[in-house]
């Protein structure tokens, strides 16, 4: 996998979201559908409220049996880890390394919010990874 590359120039743009109030049912589902680790949590404008991901989901199936009820952001990551298209694949693979985290978020400033435009995750390093050596 070529480092040195830009999200910009190795990612694929779009995401998959959810809102706020989703209830976790519907997440779950999602997930598991479109199978992926996680879904990008938006506010109403399209702005980056958090990340909901299949350990959150786990962790709420084991706290609460009404797990399936509950919206979103009873569950939801705030704390995100967010890039912007331009920042190079070595310090994204650093990010992941560093932080024990899965995914980055790729942002778009928007004056004062950020719009989520892509993720980036360490399945996406291994796809690349093996696609480019075969």
Known sequence: MRMGRTVL??????????GRQTLLEEVAREILER????????????????????TDLLR???EREDWASLPV???MSKEVVTVHPQTLLRDVADLLLQNHIHRVIVVRQEGDKLRPVAVVSDGDFIYHMMKEDN
Do not use: H, P, Q, W
Request: with cysteine; proline share 0%; charged share 20%.
């Open 60 to 62: 709420a199936c084991t």
């Open 35 to 54: 199978d992926v680790s996680a879904l990008v949590v938006v506010e109403d404008d399209g702005s980056l409220a958090g990340v909901i991901s299949r």
């Open 73 to 75: 952001f009873a569950y």
């Open 9 to 18: 120039e190795a990612k694929r743009y779009g995401i998959y979201s959810c």
